[in-house]
């Protein structure tokens, strides 16, 4: 090989060298980019996942109250219904009937 090759060649790689050396510069900059993409991400995740969990918590705990609230809204109707009976009894058969026009109006 001639020295001029020898010059071309060293040339030739050397530019081969200096485009693999921007390419991994440009790939090093889209690994990071992408790191930091991921954890962001895993962290919006992480934080979704624990306000679910505390949804839960809360639906099941708003579902308890909802459904006592319902229980007691059941007996004060059935309450009331016989606190009704009673007091149209009463105006049907006592002197209540003078105030009381309709025992409807009560109920």
């Known amino acids: 090989m001639t020295s001029k090759q020898l010059?071309?060649?060293?040339e030739?790689?050397?530019e081969v060298a200096d485009r693999l050396?921007?390419?991994?510069?440009?790939?090093?900059?889209?690994?990071?980019?992408?790191?930091?993409?991921f954890s962001t991400k895993e962290n919006d995740r992480e934080f979704l996942?624990?306000?679910l969990v505390t949804v839960k918590k809360?639906?099941?705990?708003l579902q308890v109250e909802i459904d006592t609230l319902?229980?007691?809204l059941t007996l004060d109707n059935r309450n009331s219904s016989i606190v009704c009976r009673s007091l149209n009894q009463l105006t049907t058969e006592s002197?209540?009937?003078?105030?009381?026009s309709k025992p409807s109006d009560l109920c």
């Not at 010059?7 to 060293?10: G, L, M, N, S």
């Not at 809360?58 to 705990?61: A, L, T």
């Not at 002197?95 to 009381?100: N, Q, T």
């Open 7 to 10: 010059e071309t060649e060293v």
């Open 12 to 14: 030739w790689t050397k």
């Open 21 to 37: 050396d921007r390419s991994n510069q440009s790939l090093t900059r889209e690994n990071q980019r992408l790191k930091t993409q």
């Open 49 to 51: 996942v624990k306000q």
């Open 58 to 61: 809360d639906n099941v705990s």
């Open 70 to 72: 319902h229980q007691q």
């Open 95 to 100: 002197a209540l009937s003078r105030f009381i």
